[in-house]
């Protein structure tokens, strides 16, 4: 069974540059999950996604960043214009259904940004 | 609020040594606890996890329990390897509401394993 894929797995920009990031999640996964993790630190929920609907979004700087879920399947997140503290690992996690520990969350390798 | 806090690294332990990483929690209500194990260059895997208080999670050699009077969730082995070394992250799950699903998660604690 193939994985949660992203892409790219290394971004580096300038502060004030757009970077968008792509998630495909396990097939059949109806939840998915952006976390961002600051070196040092714990993932940190971003977003997550409910077939194609927004579950939560309370930790998601609206103003410079977005998410969608097109057709319930992959996801892509975007930062416009992005700071210097957003140098980050963003990870995309998927499971079947919503509620842990029901439903496992399987991470992906990551795309490491680094603004300059 | 919800919240974990585990000991802060890095641990560096010879092979077949004992291990405990230290995690405790701060939760509305009866979370679930999860050990995350980040291997270089993977994404994060579930390690094993515990629903209810007393219960004990265990997988590939590690242990953890579930300790409601005391808050905590201590991952321990009783003889590492090199293969373990890795980040080891705590986490709890919301368990209610709008944090149902959510995974809170600690900072992490690399272990490296010396032969």
């Known amino acids: 069974e193939a994985g949660v894929a992203q892409s790219p797995r290394y971004k580096i920009i300038e502060k004030r540059q757009s970077v968008a990031f792509w998630c495909n999640p396990i097939s059949g996964h109806a939840t998915l999950y952006w976390y961002q993790q600051i070196l040092g630190q714990g993932p940190k929920l971003l977003i997550q996604?409910?077939?194609?609907?927004?579950?939560?979004d309370s930790q998601l700087p609206k103003d410079r960043f977005s998410a969608e879920r097109l057709k319930g399947v992959d996801s892509t997140l975007k930062i416009q214009p992005a700071k210097l503290e957003d140098s980050a690992v963003y990870l995309c996690?998927?499971?079947?259904?919503?509620?842990?520990?029901?439903?496992?969350?399987?991470f992906g390798p990551g795309t490491r940004l680094t603004v300059t | 609020g919800n919240s974990v806090t585990q000991m802060e690294g890095p641990v560096t332990l010879s092979e077949e040594a004992f291990l405990t990483i230290n995690c405790t929690y701060t939760a509305t209500g009866y979370p679930s606890l999860f050990w995350y194990v980040q291997y270089p260059g993977e994404g994060l895997q579930l390690l094993l996890k515990a629903t209810k208080a007393d219960d004990k999670g265990s997988n590939k050699g590690f242990e953890a329990t579930y300790r409601k009077e005391t808050t905590s969730f201590h991952l321990e082995k009783g003889s590492v390897q090199v293969s373990d070394s890795a980040v080891y992250f705590c986490a709890l799950s919301g368990n209610r509401g709008s944090t149902l699903g959510r995974l809170y998660f600690g900072r992490g604690t690399q272990l490296t394993v010396w032969p």
């Open positions: 996690a998927s499971s079947e259904g919503q509620g842990t520990p029901s439903y496992e969350q399987y």
């Open positions: 996604f409910q077939n194609n609907g927004v579950v939560d």
